[in-house]
């Protein structure tokens, strides 16, 4: 995993909590900045995910 991936699992769950946690106690606000935290996360964690699919191609390609 690079730091991309692991910063958008973690913004993602960050995300999750704080959704939940609007929920619960009724703020609309919250839920909506959870929302939003989790659409951040997992477009970290693609971006992610596309760099260790590049970096991989790459060593193919480069590869003796």
Request: glycine share 10%.
């Amino acid at each position: 995993m690079n730091k991309d991936q692991i910063k958008g699992v973690a913004k993602n769950i960050a995300g999750k909590v704080q959704e939940n946690s609007g929920k619960i106690i009724g703020s609309k606000d919250q839920e909506i900045k959870g929302q939003q935290k989790q659409v951040v996360g997992k477009m970290e964690q693609t971006m992610g995910n596309a760099r260790d699919a590049i970096e991989k191609t790459v060593k193919e390609i480069t590869k003796p």
